[in-house]
Every structure is written in structure tokens, then in C-alpha cells.
């Protein structure tokens, strides 16, 4: 996940720990200096894909901290995509005993029974993930995909609708996925594949070629939905000059795009999205958290900065953030200088926090923007 970088600063250590008696010393009586080492090196190590050997120094970490969740989630994670599923069910059973209200272990557990074929049990796993937290997106879908593998087609459309309320992306993901064959052809999954096509002209495709290509929809079934969002009255079909010959293109209607912002096409393109402005200022919020998750996965610090001025600087969310989550905001601060004086260090330590903090400000910045377009 981190690449060389982590390799770098773990050679550093040790380094530093045989030429220096202080922090050998350091190393020898705290524990945690060494579980954050032994944790970097397997994560080091599963990055490289070598499962194996990740397995064993996830291991040794928790001979010195047994009930670390962090160790055992990464721990169940690597046995799982070595098909151990035993074992990795044993990891997520170990995690539930001592958080039994985990979400991310209920779903893992899920998704190891869905490998085993037993769907009864995985739906009744991420039903649990969903007991401890409602707007676990991806639980709701993997619930949608579970009860349409149990051929209860009312519950799993229902699921889904929850799953893409959640984040939209998921009504993409649903075109393909192979366990919903069950569902395709029933009337509620239709309406979603028109969510899919209506997302698709609101980013600034028009033609139904370009509409196909970025939903993975059947030309048909795109052809369908893009003729009940016209009865709908969401879009209106105009015509453009192709050599000798016109081809239909779609654009949102303008009651529609009043609501939720309209794509503006310049000569090459989108240049830019008019939005009412309560709406514009959450999705630059929601654009922001986006590139903070991504520049955190990718461990890039100049990025994270810049990704976190966004909600600090009072020119640009800082008023919105302290207004609305103030808790946030001042983790954010912390975080910029705790990057700006220890840099991939911190961050690596810090990351899974980081993602956590995030994520609760997108939920609530999704649910605001619906209810704003609402």
C-alpha cells in the first residue's frame, strides 16, 4: 500500500536503533514501539503480496498485544485472500469477542461465508454490521447482493436502494455484478440502472455512446432508461451535426438542473459546474474529502496538506467545518502539523484514524446534499 517509501523509513529505524543506545533501549522494554514496527513491516510485506509472510509478523505482533483489532483486521484480511477461510473466520470471531458491535469485522465475516457459498449466514453477518452502524454503505450493498443469491428479490432491490442512497457509485457497481442476476429484469432495478444513466449525463456525457462506455450499460437498456428520464421530464434530447448526418444528445432538463447543477460544456468540454450555492459548497467539501482519503492511501503528504488547507482555511470550508463539525476540524489542524514535523511516519501510524474522521464528515455531507436537492 505504501511502497518503498515504508521500506526507506523502516531501514532508517533500524539504523538508528543499532546506533543508538537510547532507542535500542526504547525498543526493548515499550512494546508498542515494536508492534508499530513489526504492524509497518506487514503491511510492508502485504503490499508486496507476500501473504505468507505478512501472516507470520502479524502473528508475532500479537504474541506481544493479542487483542489489538487493528493487527487481527489486517491479520483476517491476509488469510482471507489466501482462501484460508477457517482460519480467517476464526481472526473476525477473535475481533468480535472483544468488540462485538465491529462493524467492519461483521461485514469481513460476511463476505468470508459468501466464499464458502453460505449466503444465510453471510446475510445474517452484515445484518449485524448494520445493527452497529446504518450507514454502512458497503454492508447494505453486500446485504443487496446476499438476498438476491437467496432469491428474495423485494429485500435485495430494497437493500440495494439503502446501498445506493448511501453512495451512488454503488448503482454503478450493481450493472455488472454477476449476483444480482435474480434482480435485473424486476421493475426496481430498472429505476436504478435510470440513477445510473442520469448520473451519467449530470457529469457531462451526452451522447449515448459516451453513456454506454461510462455505465457499462447494454446499448438497450441505456436506450430504456434514457426514454422514461425523458417521460420523466429529468432530461430533454437535443440534436448535434455529425459530418453528413445529426446523432441525439441528452442534457438534464432545466427545472432538473436548477436542483442539482448542470454540467457547462466549453469547446473541449466540461469546464465548469453551476451549482446552487449551499449545494456547491458541500460537494467542494465532499470533492476535498475525496482527494484527502486518496492522498492518505497513497501516504503523499504535500497532497494530504493541501487536501486539509480546504477544511482549515476560512477562505475556502474552514467556517462551514467549525459550524458543522467542529471535532473534525480540530483533528484536521493537529494533523497538518503533526505531518508538517513527522511526516509518512505519522501518517502511517495515524492513517485508518484519518479515514475513520473522514468518512463520518462524508456521511453527513452526503445526507446534507440530499436533503438540499431534495
Given at each position: 500500500?505504501?511502497?518503498?517509501?515504508?521500506?526507506?523509513?523502516?531501514?532508517?529505524?533500524?539504523?538508528?536503533?543499532?546506533?543508538?543506545?537510547?532507542?535500542?533501549?526504547?525498543?526493548?522494554?515499550?512494546?508498542?514501539?515494536?508492534?508499530?514496527?513489526?504492524?509497518?513491516?506487514?503491511?510492508?510485506?502485504?503490499?508486496?503480496?507476500?501473504?505468507?509472510?505478512?501472516?507470520?509478523?502479524?502473528?508475532?505482533?500479537?504474541?506481544?498485544?493479542?487483542?489489538?483489532i487493528e493487527i487481527l483486521m489486517k491479520l483476517g484480511y491476509a488469510r482471507f485472500h489466501l482462501e484460508d477461510h477457517n482460519d480467517a473466520l476464526k481472526v473476525y470471531d477473535k475481533i468480535l469477542e472483544i468488540d462485538v458491535t465491529n462493524p467492519e469485522a461483521w461485514n469481513l465475516k460476511g463476505l468470508v461465508h459468501y466464499e464458502q457459498r453460505k449466503y444465510s449466514q453471510a446475510l445474517d453477518a452484515v445484518n449485524k454490521a448494520i445493527d452497529s452502524d446504518k450507514t454502512y454503505g458497503m454492508a447494505w450493498y453486500n446485504k443487496a447482493c446476499f438476498l438476491s443469491l437467496l432469491n428474495q428479490v423485494p429485500e435485495s432491490l430494497q437493500a440495494l436502494k439503502h446501498a445506493i442512497e448511501i453512495d451512488v457509485k454503488n448503482a454503478r457497481k450493481s450493472i455488472r455484478d454477476k449476483d444480482f442476476v435474480n434482480v435485473r429484469i424486476e421493475e426496481g432495478f430498472k429505476r436504478i440502472e435510470e440513477v445510473v444513466v442520469l448520473e451519467s449525463v449530470k457529469q457531462g456525457y451526452h451522447t449515448i455512446g459516451a453513456i454506454v462506455w461510462t455505465t457499462f450499460l447494454d446499448k438497450i437498456d441505456a436506450e430504456k432508461a434514457l426514454r422514461k428520464l425523458l417521460e420523466k421530464g429529468l432530461i430533454v434530447q437535443n440534436e448535434k451535426r455529425d459530418g453528413l448526418s445529426k446523432i441525439p444528445i441528452y442534457d438534464l432538463s432545466d427545472n432538473f438542473a436548477e436542483k442539482v447543477g448542470k454540467e457547462k460544456i466549453g469547446l473541449f468540454g466540461i469546464k465548469r459546474k453551476?451549482?446552487?450555492?449551499?449545494?456547491?459548497?458541500?460537494?467542494?467539501?465532499?470533492?476535498?474529502?475525496?482527494?484527502?482519503?486518496?492522498?492518505?492511501?497513497?501516504?503523499?503528504?504535500?497532497?494530504?496538506?493541501?487536501?486539509?488547507?480546504?477544511?482549515?482555511?476560512?477562505?475556502?470550508?474552514?467556517?462551514?467545518?467549525?459550524?458543522?463539525?467542529?471535532?473534525?476540524?480540530?483533528?484536521?489542524?493537529?494533523?497538518?502539523?503533526?505531518?508538517?514535523?513527522?511526516?509518512?511516519?505519522?501518517?502511517?501510524?495515524?492513517k485508518d484514524k484519518m479515514i475513520e474522521v473522514l468518512e463520518n464528515v462524508e456521511v453527513t455531507i452526503t445526507k446534507k446534499l440530499r436533503d438540499e436537492i431534495a
Open positions: 500500500m505504501f511502497g518503498k517509501k515504508n521500506k526507506k523509513v523502516e531501514a532508517k529505524l533500524d539504523k538508528k536503533g543499532s546506533d543508538s543506545p537510547v532507542t535500542k533501549e526504547t525498543s526493548l522494554v515499550d512494546p508498542s514501539y515494536n508492534i508499530k514496527k513489526l504492524f509497518k513491516k506487514g503491511i510492508n510485506l502485504m503490499a508486496d503480496e507476500k501473504l505468507d509472510d505478512a501472516i507470520e509478523v502479524f502473528e508475532q505482533a500479537l504474541r506481544i498485544e493479542p487483542d489489538n453551476k451549482l446552487p450555492k449551499p449545494v456547491k459548497n458541500l460537494k467542494i467539501m465532499s470533492q476535498a474529502i475525496q482527494s484527502a482519503k486518496e492522498a492518505i492511501e497513497e501516504a503523499d503528504i504535500e497532497k494530504a496538506v493541501e487536501a486539509f488547507d480546504q477544511f482549515i482555511d476560512p477562505a475556502k470550508s474552514g467556517e462551514q467545518m467549525i459550524e458543522n463539525f467542529f471535532e473534525a476540524h480540530r483533528e484536521i489542524r493537529l494533523w497538518k502539523i503533526r505531518l508538517s514535523d513527522r511526516g509518512a511516519d505519522y501518517m502511517i501510524d495515524n
